[in-house]
């Protein structure tokens, strides 16, 4: 009897594979029991499909996306997976539970919905356009098997058939670069069907596709002027066949009780306008209209690649306040993304309304940093006696709410439960958890995380509650690893470089956001930016890196390859790229806040130095792939670049051309500066930087996910410890004791006297300055990747700043990794996990380095706190 037991396998990135858009998905599985010493020599993955099974033996001790084994799946195929491993004793382990997965719809000609609007004459470029409901009637005959919805929109959509919601997705089909990659949801709808007559309908909003984005008032009908959706029910009888009911000229279409709707200005909608039972199968829809049918190039429409956005948790409000102005708002402890939803009776007509924002200043709300952004919702009752309301095609980033028009006691009715903040983003998997002994680092760990939360809302933002909300580049550049530490982003970010490929222009560019929105200021025409344009080098990387997954290299690497020939062409014989507009160490504290990009450190210093780098990077995914002419090629390109940054930007004594912490954490974190002594020379000044500057941060976005692990390179790892703990403006613990739940854009958003930073640019929720976290679960609890996917682990932490102790857990493509250690005096004990199909370095302070297999390790390493710590007094 086999003592190895096999977790059900999983198919591509996809955490439930329905709908999926891939023929051939790869297959990954854990090993959840084995023996001590155990390894995996061969697998068997064994296919349930069309009634028939098929098993297939592959000698291999690979466990992480391995090809797909029998013939490409078809539309609609469905199968199951199961594996089984065998160890080098050869026995086989027991079949694991299987994996139900069903493909979507992969080919153009599977499609024969066209998308269907609203006829009404409205004016394109109002933001009073009226969102419209669409309903069909059909009939289903005894015998059905199963039923499939397959559904998107111009614009966004919400689905019902008898009455009832289809699915539990929210802001579908979210945002891509819609003229090339429209994505399409699946929806099992078999229990919503009965035998005879049934109805199936959809709400429409605007949504990106045509609503309001960008700031300055931004721009409207980016990508059409229809609202439509598109839909196809697709009906299996027993007998084998199959009716379609899709999208057409004979569906019928109405105004709806939504009176506007908007990404940005919220939602208003009159209940009093509702048409009960619209989706049901008896509504009178004689006085509904005709339907427009628009134009849908079904080669366009994709399959989705990560979760949709859906609502993860829910908040009730811990004080509702009175304002001195006397207004009531609701404070729901929390900086969140999402809506809220009420419960209310009162008089019919009786509107109320709900103003958010992130922030008071002087008990107020204070709504300057939204700019145009109206960010209010609003509901008119129709007067029963319950009724109950969430916005549909809106999100807003806020903590506080501003009520107006309640009909009842509001204090009574928050508290029992009438107004509640309902959290959404995409519905990634959780994969990273840290526990700190400082409970102020403790809640800075949480605020990286709800600010992850709050800006991957389909795709990876830059802020939830202004104008703007786009995908900027840089931003998810820097704060990639730290991403992928926290939730399975593989999916999702897979997706977004897709479209990034796409919006790339000819040339190379690589735009500052994706998807592009155009803009009246420096933004447009694109122009080729430093750190942003090296997206498409670095994170591809980073997620080969922590994922283990060689396709995205393969998929990337021409978008990866044109960037860094753009750059190479711009910068000439020299190899330095000074020259063009740069943003260089974007919100560097020191900048002024009119201009976020007036900071310490030479622009093309950055450019440069980033050039190398995805030059240097460039060369490596060559090498996985095995393109050893192009390794060589931008391996050489690296190296010369390396030595143009080092003749131009570090002197003969190691310090830099720019005496601020961000050159130095380049010139080090890259790789660039190559004489040892030299090299110790820059660790020692980015030491002292710190220390004169108080400790206080000197970096902005490009600086900030570097100064830590160059310090702990350099040698200075308590220097790096210092940096994380202080408290002083600007900090990250200044943010905590401010009472941040989320990072900031600014280091001193909220500024020491509690009022808001006057910059035109100021949010409380962005991700980018909690890029340190990746460097907390690496080196202050010591958990990291030593080889893509986790096959190596490596255990390496260096305690310091007074930590007691510290744990961190990550699930691996392989299975849950962790370590925990604690201080007994001098004493360091740890705990560590590795799971099966990995190994792991263990590098202890104070000990010599080992190697281990899966399983608990336990180890207790005296004295080390002595080397941990040399300057604490025993």
């Not at 858009?21 to 069309?50: I, N």
């Not at 109805?199 to 059409?224: E, H, K, T, V």
């Not at 080397?867 to 025993?874: K, L, S």
């Amino acid at each position: 009897m086999s003592l190895v037991s096999v977790d059900a396998p999983r198919l591509e990135h996809h955490r439930r594979p329905f709908g999926i858009g891939e023929s051939t998905p790869r297959v990954s599985w854990s090993v959840a029991v084995a023996p001590a010493g155990w390894r995996q020599v061969s697998y068997r993955l064994l296919v349930d499909r069309d009634g028939r099974g098929e098993q297939h033996e592959v000698s291999s001790a690979e466990q992480i996306l391995v090809p797909w084994p029998g013939d490409p799946l078809r539309s609609r195929d469905i199968a199951s997976v199961r594996v089984c491993v065998q160890g080098a004793d050869g026995i086989w382990s027991e079949p694991s539970a299987p994996t139900r997965l069903e493909v979507g719809l992969l080919v153009p000609s599977d499609w024969i919905a066209r998308p269907v609007g609203a006829v009404r004459t409205e004016d394109p470029h109002s933001d009073e356009r009226r969102p419209s409901l669409v309903r069909r009637a059909f009939d289903v005959h005894d015998g059905l098997v199963s039923a499939r919805l397959y559904a998107t929109a111009h614009g966004l959509y919400e689905a019902e058939i008898n009455g009832h919601r289809v699915g539990d997705d929210a802001l579908s089909p979210g945002w891509t670069v819609y003229g090339r990659r429209l994505r399409y949801y699946t929806y099992d709808v078999t229990p919503l069907l009965r035998t005879g007559s049934n109805a199936i309908g959809a709400w429409l909003g605007d949504g990106w596709y045509r609503g309001r984005l960008g700031w300055y008032g931004g721009f409207r009908n980016l990508y059409g002027d229809d609202q439509s959706f598109l839909g196809q029910l697709e009906l299996l009888y027993s007998d084998g066949h199959r009716e379609t009911v899709g999208t057409d000229w004979s569906w019928r279409s109405a105004a709806g009780p939504i009176l506007r709707s908007g990404i940005y200005d919220g939602e208003d909608y009159d209940a009093r306008e509702e048409q009960t039972g619209w989706s049901l199968p008896d509504f009178d829809d004689a006085g509904w209209d005709v339907v427009s049918e628009r134009h849908r190039d079904p080669a366009t429409l994709v399959a989705p690649t990560a979760p949709p956005v859906r609502c993860t948790q829910e908040l009730a409000p811990i004080a509702v306040l009175t304002s001195p102005s006397g207004t009531r708002i609701l404070d729901f402890g929390q900086n969140l993304v999402g809506r809220v939803r009420i419960r209310v009776s009162g008089p019919v007509g009786t509107t109320v309304t709900m103003r958010t924002a992130e922030v008071l200043q002087d008990g107020e709300l204070y709504t300057r940093p939204l700019r145009s952004a109206r960010s209010s919702d609003s509901y008119t009752l129709a007067g029963r006696a319950h009724e109950e309301w969430e916005p549909r095609f809106t999100f807003h980033g806020f903590r506080y709410v501003e009520i107006t028009g309640w009909p009842g006691d509001l204090d009574a009715d928050a508290a029992a439960g009438a107004l509640t903040a309902r959290v959404y983003h995409t519905d990634l998997e959780r994969t990273g958890w840290l526990t700190l002994s400082d409970p102020a680092l403790q809640q800075l760990h949480e605020n990286v995380v709800w600010g992850m939360r709050g800006n991957i809302v389909d795709l990876p933002t830059d802020c939830p509650q202004r104008d703007e909300r786009v995908g900027w580049t840089g931003d998810i550049q820097v704060f990639g690893p730290t991403a992928a530490t926290l939730f399975d982003v593989s999916g999702m970010l897979t997706g977004w470089l897709r479209d990034l490929a796409v919006e790339q222009l000819p040339d190379g560019t690589v735009p500052w956001y994706v998807p592009v929105i155009p803009a009246v200021d420096k933004w447009t025409p694109l122009r080729p930016g430093a750190a942003w344009g090296d997206v498409a080098t670095l994170l591809p990387w980073t997620l080969y890196q922590r994922f283990g997954d060689e396709a995205v290299l393969r998929d990337q690497f021409d978008s990866a390859r044109a960037w860094v020939d753009l750059v190479s062409r711009l910068t000439g014989p020299d190899r330095l790229w000074d020259s063009g507009f740069q943003l260089g160490d974007w919100l560097d504290p020191a900048a002024p806040p009119e201009d976020p990009a007036a900071g310490r450190t030479d622009r093309y210093l950055v450019a440069t130095a980033y050039f190398a780098h995805s030059a240097r990077i460039l060369s490596r995914m060559a090498g996985v792939l095995g393109r050893a002419d192009d390794a060589d090629r931008y391996g050489a390109l690296a190296d010369e670049v390396t030595a143009a940054f080092e003749n131009a930007y570090v002197r003969p004594d190691g310090t830099m051309t720019s005496d601020a912490q961000t050159a130095y954490a380049l010139g080090l974190r890259f790789g660039l500066i190559g004489d040892e002594q030299r090299r110790r020379a820059a660790g020692d000044r980015l030491a002292t930087l710190v220390a004169e500057s108080g400790n206080r941060i000197a970096t902005g976005f490009v600086g900030t996910p570097l100064v830590s692990d160059a310090l702990t390179e350099a040698g200075h790892i308590e220097a790096a410890y210092a940096l994380l703990l202080e408290r002083e403006c600007p900090s990250w613990l200044y943010q905590v004791d401010m009472g941040a739940t989320t990072v900031w854009e600014r280091w001193d958003s909220l500024l020491p006297d509690g009022t808001v930073n006057p910059g035109k640019m100021t949010s409380f929720n962005h991700y980018a300055l909690g890029a340190v976290a990746d460097w907390m679960y690496r080196v202050v609890a010591g958990l990291a990747a030593e080889d893509p996917g986790y096959r190596r682990i490596r255990f390496a932490p260096r305690p310091g700043g007074g930590l007691t102790h510290a744990a961190a857990r990550h699930r691996t493509p392989y299975g849950d990794a962790a370590i925990s250690w604690r201080w007994d005096g001098d004493d360091l004990h740890a705990t560590m996990s590795v799971p099966v199909g990995s190994s792991a370095t263990i590098d202890l302070p104070g000990s010599e380095l080992e190697t281990v297999g899966h399983g608990e390790h336990v180890r207790v390493v005296a004295g080390a706190r002595v080397v941990a710590d040399p300057g604490r007094e025993h």
